[in-house]
């Protein structure tokens, strides 16, 4: 996967290549003159899409047949995205709904829905960011949802979403935390909150009335918006969001919790016993 030597061609690895936002994401960057690596489970849906993005861009084009639930396949990315020269992104968009109702939910797909919304994305983008930051350069999207910041919010009209909000939220958190690590070495990480978005994603929804649900917003503009915002150095991208100061106050309220509870020794008066 590596290029030839004295190549300044730059390149991006996408998962969740195959359809919607991870194939949104392809042909924009292989339009802005981007070499790609594309990973999805079904390999005709990538061998199609390369050959439409080399014809119409010239660009090379790679791809990866792999689910990222399988040890070995998780592996090859990983192996892929190491021994990249000029790795210029990532982009973690893998992903599938599995919205059940905990309580029945199946333990298979809990199991998946946690590997791929967390283990794989943890394991690529620890696979990436070391060449990155000794070439002091690159960048790091992770597609996450707005439902990362429903956990107070009921399931109706939303889709019982336990464990996927759970392992979006993770993602939140895990890009947030990791872009103070990453601090002066050149390399940005983004995590992506979209709404709804008119992808296959939306056929998988059996049983909810979306009637009910905002408007479905294009992949084309969500892939927009996360690039400018990972231009601006902007390290959470809601694509919907009109007023940038409503992210500001939601981390300085998530800030003062922190703060005012982790400088007490004593229990909060209200969780004291009384007689």
Do not use: W
Request: glycine residues 8%; charged residues 20%.
């Amino acid at each position: 996967m590596s290029q030839t030597p004295g190549s300044n061609r730059r390149r991006a690895l996408v998962t969740g290549a195959s359809s919607g936002i991870g194939m949104a994401f392809a042909e924009r960057l292989a339009s802005d003159g981007l070499d790609l690596i594309l990973v999805a489970r079904r390999l005709s849906h990538l061998q199609d899409l390369a050959e439409r993005l080399k014809k119409a861009h010239g660009v090379q084009v790679d791809v990866i047949r792999a689910d990222l639930n399988d040890a070995a396949a998780l592996a090859e990315v990983e192996a892929a995205l190491a021994k990249e020269e000029a790795l210029e992104l990532l982009v973690n968009n893998a992903g599938f709904p599995g919205y059940s109702p905990f309580a029945s939910v199946d333990a298979k797909v809990i199991d998946d829905l946690i590997g791929i919304h967390i283990r794989a994305v943890a394991r690529t983008t620890r696979a990436a960011l070391p060449g990155m930051i000794q070439r002091g350069r690159g960048g790091v999207i992770n597609i996450a949802s707005l439902l990362a910041l429903t956990g107070t919010l009921p399931p109706t009209p939303l889709p019982p979403r336990a464990v996927y909000a759970g392992a979006k939220a993770f993602m939140l958190a895990f890009t947030q935390t990791l872009a103070g690590e990453l601090m002066g070495t050149g390399v940005r990480v983004q995590v992506c909150l979209p709404g709804r978005v008119a992808t296959e994603f939306l056929n998988t929804l059996h049983g909810i009335d979306t009637s009910k649900l905002p408007p479905a917003m294009s992949a084309a503009d969500v892939v927009a918006a996360s690039l400018i915002a990972l231009s601006k150095d902007e390290n959470v991208c809601v694509p919907g969001l009109a007023d940038p100061k409503l992210l500001e106050g939601l981390a300085g309220a998530q800030l003062a919790v922190f703060r005012s509870a982790a400088m007490q020794s004593n229990l909060a008066e209200r969780y004291r016993l009384t007689e």
